[in-house]
């Protein structure tokens, strides 16, 4: 049984940061991009940022490049989303998903497991 579950959201106020860490179980990490989502209220689910299996593509929202930065420890089956310069646009609760592929893709139909996800708040 497949799990990925996400950890390290919370409350900050504008400007600050936060890590996010999904752990996944249940499959073989290292043959997975893994990717991070958002949805706030009211909104459509949208891509955030993808890495592929060796962590040597990586992809980003246009909004959230030189602020976020997504990596993987394959030893751990561990994947993070680092968040700075949080906004309060960023707010949304935040999901970790699997592709079993080689290619990054943005499109959540595109990725076979979710995690529960993790609400991310930033106040103004």
């Known amino acids: 049984q497949v799990q990925l579950v996400e950890s390290g959201g919370g409350l900050v106020q504008n400007g600050g940061s936060l890590r996010l860490s999904c752990v996944a179980s249940g499959l073989t990490f290292n043959r997975y991009v893994m990717g991070w989502f958002r949805q706030a209220p009211g909104k459509e689910r949208e891509f955030v940022a993808a890495i592929t299996w060796r962590g040597g593509s990586t992809l980003y929202l246009d909004s959230v490049k030189g602020r976020f930065t997504i990596s993987r420890d394959n030893a751990k089956n561990t994947v993070y989303l680092q968040m700075n310069a949080l906004k309060p646009e960023d707010t949304a609760v935040y999901y970790c998903?699997?592709?079993?592929?080689?290619?990054?893709?943005?499109?959540?139909?595109?990725?076979?497991?979710w995690g529960q996800g993790t609400q991310v708040t930033c106040s103004s």
């Open positions: 998903a699997a592709r079993f592929s080689s290619a990054i893709r943005t499109g959540g139909s595109d990725y076979g497991y």
